[in-house]
């Protein structure tokens, strides 16, 4: 098993098995359900399906419900997963991602401020 932060931000899948996963800091973190995956992503196009996705590291499991989210007034967008707050560092960084613009939820910045920082998406990094 390897670290691919070369992949970071594509979505994978082995062929005929419905996990989805996305690879982030390098390890793939698998999707848990479709309504998830539609909180997140633009769509279901441009998952690929031929890398071996074995030999990649495998990270936390994205948490079931995960959003985007962002401050009213704040331009900063994060991803909210597993009870933290990531800030996705830029727009080539949700466009790697296939993160979703109007999927974002629009929130107190109290509620943003109350959740616990991890690290930064960005990308390249």
Do not use: C
């Not at 992949?7 to 062929?15: A, K, M």
């Not at 031929?50 to 590291?57: G, R």
Request: charged share 20%; proline share 8%.
């Amino acid at each position: 098993m390897a670290l691919r932060k070369d992949l970071d931000g594509l979505r994978v899948q082995l062929p005929g098995n419905p996990a989805v996963y996305l690879v982030d800091a390098g390890r793939k973190r698998h999707i848990p359900d479709p309504a998830t995956y539609n909180n997140l992503f633009r769509d279901w196009n441009g998952i690929l399906q031929d890398i071996a996705i074995n030999e990649i590291d495998t990270g936390t499991p994205i948490s079931v419900g995960a959003v985007l989210a962002q401050g009213f007034g704040d331009p900063a967008v994060y991803l909210i997963d597993n009870g933290i707050k990531r800030h996705i560092g830029s727009p080539a960084t949700m466009d790697r991602y296939n993160f979703a613009w109007d999927k974002i939820q629009h929130v107190a910045p109290i509620l943003i401020s109350s959740i616990e920082t991890g690290p930064a998406i960005v990308w390249p990094e």
